[in-house]
């Protein structure tokens, strides 16, 4: 009950005008942030820092992470519309989202992500109010090799995404983990897959590749078809939202998986990402209509989106009580904190309650504030669509190549983009599939770091993996869940024997 | 499109005469940025020079030191390597700085990428960072002499997180390990936050990270604090209670990071005059001072041949360390 | 189709030729202490590599070569749509170089939308003008993210 009579006290001190107004400006520079790939949370933040300085210590932090809660929202939106991720996270919301919005659907597919957000953010924050000091603790018991099993988990649940010949499949993950590979060898310190030249050392960013990969890809994919694409048919009316909100609650089971994916995921620095892949994995393989994923239905938007905001939130539990910063964005945060005179880590919540108090009641409040505006952006969005395709296709690359030069403000960036664009569109023809690519390359560095340092605490041992009290059963969940398929098919014939009998 | 081309000939003709006139301007009034100033940080997000970084560009900002705001960029590829090459490549521009912590050493001799320091022109030394030996608060050890004994007893079995390989805290474990005739398990993390919290954690039972890197844990009573590798104690309050490595081992040893500020080579002279005046000006805010004794540096402004001479023999040390420990050939 | 995804699996052995060798250079025998030696691990995935495209391209050459579609890579028409995107894309690309950004996307946005899309000079003008004009401010200005000037800017001095 101490919680809830903190986080009255919390309330009490966000609920001042000058606090919501600068919560409702730092969620729409958030969208606005996330909505443009390349730009991040990070940037949004950095920017508004020198604002900050003539502003309480509160209300300093209620904007910077209202900014954050916004480019969660944003990052959406250009997935859906016109699959491009604007973040990381938001990439496995193509898979379905997209689809959604061919088929006329944006409104809706819209509606779920931004509703599925809201019910992750509450998710979490319950969990970030109440039981903030025992996660950080669980954080705390995972080192590498329980990061290991979680990373192999993830691997596993999206076993199934592969395409139709398992070789090609093979070959697309390797190709994803060894981009993840180029650049330097954490063990030995030495330079690897470089062949000497600089261009190689910073490695291949995920953004980059996926901005190729899916938006440029998808471009040439559809000019292929005609340059004059027909604009879409997009019926924005409160009627699409209701009867969406309407069909959400059928999916009560993925928002659940998800959210709890979410939280749990969060807690470990980068772990929106993988935590939507997950959530999507996973909603995919115990789905009743598991083969209709990926051709634009409605849970399979709702899976990644409520994962990736409940891992937001939760993200920031080690931030708050560790004093380590989750993202970049909460890196930039720190910095603030600093220069506010605060310092970051576990003595905050004895030092200074009534700032992170009033933080995690701006997390209540300002997550809700947000869903208001950016279901009331919906139309203006669901809008961009109708502008005719000529117009739309160049705007849209010259977007992505800001975004992809963003992301390291390197000019090699935006050739990658424009050659990960044509491997989009060969691996699509030629069914090598993208999605586990991706994977591989977003989480390829994480499970290698993980993995080695492991074998190192481990003297050699791959014995460490199944280490108890964590890593062993997550290491045997991935393993049940990797043949998964198998045991389904294995089961639904034994099934089909004793009708027959 | 000849005829966009001849178009865009004319104005290229006409913004060309323009920018000669500014310019004439320019060269005859002292130095100054006249477009935002990339900040390159050669390690990533988080970490103690990526944290001075994105506190001093707002500091700047906030006491308008500069006409022009300063932009933290990341380039940690390749251990730092991708960030200082970067800085080299751009020979001659002044809107472009960087600040190093000791992969300014260690990654060109590890790696061998070609670049040393006397490529990039020095600005100033900012401030030193320290190391501390840290345990774990629950773990039985309550002095450095005490947990020396123990890894003795038991050689290859006590984990030693750090940041990197071949970086410092590799070095300065290989120098205990050398003073003492020891053998830990060194575990390679990606930061120093990420190396504090695991052994928080107990995923490492020892570690040498930066004061700032620990604090936090160390004021919430999770971390122990052990000797400082220096010959003097830490001249702040709490700090000064932890003994040196001679007080606790009666081993003298002494090992310091930089944080210091360079430019790419051939810089004009007005403008490495500017930043050092910057800097200068940027260590004499009270919020500097703060952030200083909040983060347990070593307050340590350094510039001209003084600070040359230093990096000479920081240099010539780190190579001898790192051949001892046989970390080169 | 065949010729494709030969051409594909080529490009994608060569790739993996290319990492065998890095990882070989690192070093691949051996399972210390510290776990595997540095250059198993691009060795495994170059090797992998290696192996998948060979299949591939045994499975075009031997297998399937009557099961396999003969349907094309592309289409005629498709072919050329395709390169009516790519190569103003990549002209852009390759003009920022020297020119920067805003003034490359510009002429990008301008020669498609009036080449291609057939728009009105006065659309046209707007938003080739407009958006880098935007663009320029919310990057530059606001989020303080220096997009790329060109040589142009450099050579100018300002």
């Known amino acids: ?501 | 499109m000849k005829k966009v081309f001849s178009g865009f000939k004319i104005v290229l003709g006409l913004v060309c005469s323009f920018a000669l006139l500014s310019l004439s301007t320019v060269i005859a009034s002292a130095w100054e940025p006249t477009k935002p100033v990339e900040f390159v940080v050669p390690a990533g997000t988080g970490g103690g020079a990526d944290i001075m970084a994105r506190f001093i560009s707002p500091l700047i900002e906030k006491h308008k030191l500069s006409p022009q705001p300063f932009i933290v960029v990341n380039k940690s590829g390749g251990a730092g390597a991708e960030g200082f090459l970067h800085v080299k490549g751009k020979k001659g521009d002044p809107h472009i700085i960087t600040i190093t912590l000791d992969n300014l050493f260690c990654t060109p001799l590890a790696t061998g990428v070609p670049f040393n320091w006397r490529d990039l022109t020095p600005v100033a030394r900012l401030a030193l960072d320290w190391f501390v030996l840290w345990v774990n608060a629950e773990s039985p050890y309550k002095t450095a002499k005490e947990y020396i004994e123990a890894v003795k007893a038991k050689p290859g079995v006590f984990k030693m997180g750090g940041t990197g390989t071949a970086q410092e805290d590799q070095i300065i474990t290989l120098q205990m390990e050398q003073a003492f005739g020891l053998k830990f398990l060194y575990v390679p993390y990606k930061g120093g936050g990420d190396v504090a919290v695991s052994l928080v954690g107990k995923h490492s039972d020892s570690t040498v990270n930066n004061p700032a890197e620990g604090v936090s844990h160390w004021k919430a009573g999770r971390l122990r604090a052990l000797a400082v590798v220096d010959r003097e104690r830490i001249n702040l309050p709490e700090w000064d209670k932890i003994p040196t490595m001679k007080e606790a081992t009666g081993f003298d040893m002494s090992y310091h990071m930089l944080r210091g500020i360079f430019l790419p080579p051939g810089v004009s002279k007005e403008a490495q005059e500017w930043y050092i005046n910057l800097f200068r000006k940027v260590t004499e805010t009270p919020e500097w001072k703060k952030y200083l004794s909040d983060s347990a540096l070593k307050s340590a402004f350094l510039t001209g041949p003084a600070y040359v001479k230093w990096l000479e023999e920081k240099e010539e040390l780190t190579k001898e360390l790192m051949k001892k420990g046989g970390l080169i050939k | 189709m065949r010729k494709a995804d030969v051409i594909t699996a080529l490009i994608i052995l060569i790739i993996g030729i290319l990492v065998v060798y890095d990882g070989v250079r690192l070093g691949v025998i051996g399972w210390g202490a510290a776990g595997p030696m540095s250059g198993l691990y691009p060795f495994l995935l170059g090797m992998g590599l290696v192996i998948g495209s060979l299949v591939v391209m045994g499975r075009v050459f031997i297998i399937s070569r009557k099961s396999m579609s003969n349907e094309p890579f592309i289409r005629k028409g498709g072919l050329r749509n395709v390169l009516y995107v790519a190569i103003p894309a990549a002209l852009m690309v390759a003009l920022t170089e020297f020119i920067g950004l805003y003034i490359a996307a510009g002429l990008y946005l301008a020669l498609y939308m009036r080449w291609i899309g057939k728009h009105r000079w006065i659309t046209v003008l707007a938003v080739s003008i407009l958006l880098p004009l935007i663009s320029s401010f919310v990057f530059d200005k606001y989020f303080l993210i220096p997009l790329p000037n060109g040589r142009l800017r450099g050579l100018l001095g300002f």
């Not at chain 1, 300093?60 to 991720?85: D, E, H, K, R």
């Not at chain 1, 772990?271 to 789905?287: C, D, E, L, N, V």
């Not at chain 1, 050659?419 to 069914?431: E, N, S």
């Open chain 1, 1 to 501: 009950m101490e919680s809830l009579n903190n986080l009255m006290m919390g309330f009490g001190v966000f609920f001042t005008q000058y606090n919501i107004f600068v919560a409702v400006i730092g969620i729409f520079l958030g969208t606005i942030v996330g909505v443009l790939p390349g730009l991040g949370g990070a940037n949004g933040v950095a920017i508004l820092i020198p604002v900050t300085f003539i502003m309480p210590p509160t209300s300093a932090i209620i904007l910077l992470a209202c900014i954050y809660w916004g480019a969660l929202f944003g990052g959406v939106i250009t997935s859906i519309l016109f699959n491009i991720p604007g973040e990381p996270w938001s990439v496995a919301t193509c898979f379905d989202g997209y689809p959604m919005a061919k088929k006329g659907k944006a409104p809706q597919a819209l509606t779920a992500a931004f509703s599925s957000h809201f019910i992750g953010a509450v998710f979490a924050t319950v969990a970030l109010t109440f039981l903030a000091p025992l996660i950080a603790e669980i954080a705390l018991r995972f080192g590498p090799p329980e990061t290991f099993s979680i990373m192999m988990l993830t691997f596993s649940a999206f076993v199934a995404l592969g395409g139709k010949s398992p070789i090609k499949t093979l070959i697309a993950i390797f190709l994803g983990f060894t981009m993840a590979a180029v650049g330097i060898d954490i063990v030995s310190g030495k330079l690897r897959l470089t062949f000497g030249t600089t261009e190689l050392m910073g490695g291949f960013h995920f953004i980059v590749a996926v901005i190729g990969l899916f938006g440029i890809g998808e471009i040439l994919l559809t000019v292929e078809e005609g340059l004059k694409m027909k604009s879409l048919p997009v019926r924005m009316s409160l009627r699409a939202m209701l009867e969406t909100w309407k069909e959400l609650p059928r999916y009560w089971k993925t928002l659940l998986r998800g959210a709890l994916i979410g939280c749990w995921m969060g807690f470990k620095p980068g772990g929106a990402t993988p935590a939507s892949f997950m959530s999507y994995g996973f909603a995919k393989q115990f789905s009743k209509n598991s083969e209709k994923f990926g051709t634009g239905i409605m849970e399979g938007v709702v899976a990644p989106e409520v994962a990736a905001h409940a891992a937001g939130v939760s993200a920031m539990v080690p931030m708050i009580t560790l004093g380590i910063p989750g993202s970049p964005t909460a890196a930039v945060m720190l910095g603030g904190l600093m220069i506010w005179g605060l310092q970051p880590g576990p003595m905050l919540f004895k030092e200074h309650p009534e700032f992170v108090w009033g933080l995690i009641a701006s997390i209540w409040a300002s997550n809700a504030i947000g869903v208001i505006i950016v279901l009331a952006f919906v139309p203006l969005f669901a809008a961009i669509l109708k502008a005719p395709f000529s117009v739309l296709m160049p705007s849209i690359v010259f977007i992505c190549a800001i975004g992809a030069y963003a992301v390291n403000i390197r000019m090699i960036d935006i050739w990658y983009m424009i050659i990960f664009g044509f491997v989009g569109y060969t691996f699509k023809k030629l069914d090598y599939p993208i999605a586990p690519m991706v994977l591989a390359l977003v989480l390829g560095d994480m499970a290698e770091t993980a993995m080695r340092q492991a074998l190192i605490m481990g003297q050699g041992s791959p014995l460490i993996f199944f280490r108890p009290p964590f890593a062993l059963p997550i290491m045997i969940l991935a393993i049940i869940i990797f043949f998964w398929p198998t045991i389904s098919r294995w089961k639904q014939k034994t099934v089909k024997k004793e009708c027959k009998i």
